[in-house]
C-alpha cells in the first residue's frame, strides 16, 4: 500500500515535470527547439503570395563565440589577371569571335565599341552589334583591323653607318611594363593581331632594310596630345626627372614618374639603351588619368649632369633603346599616336640634327626579328609618323 502510495507521487512528479517543461518551452521564443537548428534557406520566395507554405518564423542570427571570431580567416583578395593571363583572355576571345579585341578599361572605350564608329577602318567589315555585345560581356572591346600593305623600302638591305657602331639592343623584356590597352585607331598592332584565326590578310613582316621612322619637326607643347599618344623623351638610369623637359613630365604625370623611379633600382648598367613603355596612369578624376598619355622613356645616358655619357655614347644608346620602345609599343597595341621632344638636345647636350639624322636611318635589320614586337610591326605601314616638339 505505501509503495503503491509512493509509486503514484512520482508519477504525479514527472507529469508536473513534463508540464512545466511544455509550458517553458511554448513560452521561449524559439517554441523549444534546439539553440542550434538548421535554418530553411529563403530564396526570396513569399509563401504567402502563393499561399502554398506558411512563412516560418525567422530566427536572430546566431552570433559568433570568441573562439570563432578568432578562428575566422576572410576570403583571400581577388587576384588581378597577369599581363600574359590577359592577352590569353584576348586571344581566346578573338578565336571566338574572329576579331581582334583588347582589354576595354582604358581609352575611350564606348567610341570604340560603338559599331560604325571607326573612322579609319573603312576598308574593312564593321563588326556586328553581337560581336560586340560578346566582347563586352568580358569586359573587352573589339580593335578595328587594318592591314595597309608594308611600305618597301628604296635601298633594301643596307643600314647607316652610324647604325654599325651601336652596341647591340638590350632586352626590352626587361623594361616591359604592366599591360593596359587603350583604343587603336592607326591600326597599331596589338598582341592579339599574331592570332592567324583573327587576322583576315596578315601583312608579311617588314623587310630587312626597312625604315621605322620618318620624323617631322613641330614647334609647340609636347603635352598639347590626343589620348593614347605616346610621349617619349629621354632619360638618365638613375630615377631622376630633374630638369628640362623631364621636370615637367614629372609635375604633369607624378604616377608615371613614381613608375620610372621604381623601375631605376635596378643598376644603370643593365638599363642603359633600354626603354620603358609606361602605360596611362592615374585614376579618370585625376588631370594624369584624363590625359590617358603613354609615357616612352628612352635610357640614353646612365647617369646626368656632368656626370652624364658622352655624345657619341649617347648616341649610340639611342637606336637600341628606341627599337626597344617600338617593341614594346608594338606589344601593348593601345598606341595611336607618336610623338616626341627633340631628346638629348638639351641637358644632354647631343644637337638634334644628329640624333634626328640617326633616328631616321634607323633599319629594320635581320637581327631584329629576335624581337616579337617587330613583327607586330610589319603590320604597320612602315615608316611609322613620328612627331618631334620643340618649345614654342
Ligand atoms: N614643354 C615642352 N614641349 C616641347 N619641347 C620641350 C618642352 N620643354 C622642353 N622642350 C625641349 O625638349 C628638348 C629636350 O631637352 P631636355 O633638356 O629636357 O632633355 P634632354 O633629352 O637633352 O636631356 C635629358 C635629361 O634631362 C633631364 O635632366 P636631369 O634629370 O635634370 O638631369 C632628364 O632627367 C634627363 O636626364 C629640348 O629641345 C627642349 O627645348
Not at 100 to 124: F, R
Not at 199 to 215: S, Y
Not at 300 to 327: E, F, H, V, W
Not at 333 to 347: A, D, K, Y
Request: hydrophobic share 30%.
Amino acid at each position: 500500500m505505501q509503495s503503491q502510495q509512493i509509486e503514484a507521487r512520482e508519477q504525479k512528479e514527472i507529469t508536473m515535470s513534463s508540464k512545466r517543461k511544455a509550458e517553458k518551452a511554448a513560452a521561449s521564443p524559439s517554441g523549444g527547439a534546439p539553440k542550434f537548428k538548421q535554418t530553411r534557406l529563403n530564396f526570396g520566395r513569399s509563401g504567402g503570395a502563393s499561399g502554398s507554405r506558411p512563412q516560418q518564423q525567422q530566427e536572430p542570427p546566431r552570433q559568433r563565440t570568441k573562439e570563432e571570431t578568432e578562428a575566422y580567416q576572410p576570403p583571400p583578395p581577388r587576384r588581378q589577371l597577369t599581363k600574359e593571363e590577359n592577352r590569353d583572355v584576348c586571344h581566346l576571345l578573338s578565336a571566338m569571335i574572329g576579331r581582334k579585341i583588347i582589354p576595354a578599361w582604358d581609352g575611350p572605350a564606348e567610341e570604340d565599341i560603338a559599331p560604325g564608329t571607326s573612322s579609319v577602318n573603312n576598308n574593312t567589315s564593321i563588326p556586328s552589334e553581337t560581336e560586340h555585345d560578346i566582347a563586352r560581356m568580358f569586359g573587352y572591346k573589339i580593335r578595328p583591323a587594318e592591314n595597309k600593305p608594308v611600305e618597301e623600302d628604296t635601298t633594301p638591305g643596307t643600314s647607316s653607318g652610324s647604325n654599325n657602331n651601336v652596341p647591340p639592343a638590350s632586352n626590352p623584356s626587361n623594361s616591359s611594363t604592366g599591360a593596359s590597352s587603350g583604343s587603336n585607331n592607326i591600326g597599331l598592332p596589338s598582341s592579339a593581331s599574331t592570332l592567324p584565326t583573327t587576322t583576315k590578310n596578315p601583312a608579311p613582316p617588314p623587310k630587312t632594310g626597312t625604315k621605322l621612322l620618318r620624323i617631322t619637326d613641330k614647334v609647340g607643347n609636347l603635352f598639347d596630345a590626343p589620348p593614347n599618344t605616346v610621349l617619349i623623351h629621354a632619360c638618365n638610369c638613375v630615377g631622376s626627372w630633374g630638369g628640362g623637359i623631364a621636370l615637367a613630365f614629372k609635375q604633369q604625370y607624378p604616377k608615371a614618374f613614381n613608375h620610372y623611379a621604381e623601375f631605376c633600382k635596378q643598376p644603370p648598367d643593365e638599363l642603359i639603351a633600354g626603354a620603358l613603355l609606361i602605360p596611362p596612369q592615374g585614376g579618370p578624376n585625376t588631370k594624369e588619368g584624363r590625359k590617358q598619355h603613354y609615357i616612352g622613356c628612352l635610357f640614353t645616358s646612365r647617369r646626368y649632369g656632368r656626370a652624364r655619357d658622352s655624345p657619341d655614347d649617347i648616341l649610340a644608346n639611342t637606336n637600341p633603346a628606341m627599337k626597344g620602345l617600338l617593341q614594346q609599343i608594338a606589344e601593348d597595341g593601345g598606341v595611336t599616336e607618336v610623338r616626341m621632344c627633340q631628346i638629348n638636345s638639351g641637358l644632354f647636350g647631343v644637337p638634334w640634327t644628329d640624333t634626328k639624322k640617326l633616328l631616321e636611318e634607323m633599319k629594320f635589320k635581320e637581327e631584329d626579328e629576335e624581337y616579337s614586337g617587330f613583327a607586330c610591326l610589319g603590320e604597320l605601314e612602315l615608316p611609322l609618323d613620328v612627331v618631334a616638339y620643340s618649345r614654342e
